[in-house]
């Protein structure tokens, strides 16, 4: 079983929908939660991370932990067709010979149609 | 300013041949990281460099795969011998450091893209 697992999709939206992505996880010493765009034949970018437990907000992008059920969220409102793209979570510990050892799920690929 | 580049962009390779891959970090960073990406796959860890040394290596598949870093900058990915199961988009990323939120800010580069026949 992997550490982080993530339904690969694909989701479709129409635009201005809510797009709702998820994560569960089973490594219990993950503090760092992390969601990465990555469009197509492009490297992943940075949208949001989270410290520990909570939520954070960003613009139209939300992120969600709950470390008791071992499960993370990332909310997109209002979704727009250059949303269109794959998104990963990621996750990371705290002690030193984890640092920068990210572990990625799988990716679910998002299409915000029109 | 320049972000994360990597080189080549695509590579076709013979079984059993031996392949170098090339990241060029954004200057300043002294973190680098590689990760292979296979299709439908998330992102592997395989290798990270704090300046020049590697202190962890275990993500790497196997003793075909080698990775050097020279000046705190440039790194080379080496696969001797390839397989087919190497095809993969392999992909580097730089961070400011490690610990913290320096390890997690990742900028990753478009990654080689590499096919073994």
């Known amino acids: 079983q992997k550490e982080v697992e993530q339904d690969p999709g694909p989701l479709s939206v129409p635009e201005g929908a809510i797009v709702s992505l998820n994560c569960t996880y089973s490594?219990?010493?993950?503090?760092?939660f992390m969601w990465y765009r990555q469009y197509s034949r492009k490297g992943p970018e940075l949208l949001m991370y989270t410290y520990s437990s909570g939520n954070k907000e960003d613009g139209r992008f939300t992120a969600q932990v709950d470390k008791s059920s071992k499960y993370i969220s990332l909310f997109i409102r209002d979704s727009q067709p250059s949303d269109s793209a794959t998104y990963l979570c990621a996750m990371s510990g705290v002690f030193t010979d984890s640092w920068g050892k990210l572990q990625f799920g799988a990716g679910t690929q998002v299409v915000v149609t029109p | 300013g320049a972000g994360v580049s990597q080189s080549p962009s695509n590579k076709v390779t013979e079984k059993g041949k031996d392949v170098e891959l090339r990241c060029d970090p954004i200057s300043g960073h002294t973190a680098l990281y590689w990760y292979r990406q296979s299709l439908g796959q998330g992102l592997e860890f395989l290798i990270y460099?704090?300046?020049?040394?590697?202190?962890?290596k275990s993500g790497l598949p196997s003793d075909r795969f080698s990775a050097e870093r020279t000046g705190g900058s440039v790194s080379t990915l080496t696969i001797q011998r390839t397989q087919q199961e190497d095809s993969a988009v392999y992909l580097c990323?730089?961070?400011?450091?490690?610990?913290?939120?320096?390890?997690?800010?990742?900028?990753f580069g478009p990654g080689t893209r590499l096919t073994v026949t």
């Open positions: 460099f704090q300046g020049n040394s590697a202190p962890d």
């Open positions: 490594n219990s010493a993950f503090q760092y």
């Open positions: 990323a730089s961070s400011m450091g490690r610990g913290g939120r320096s390890s997690y800010e990742q900028y």
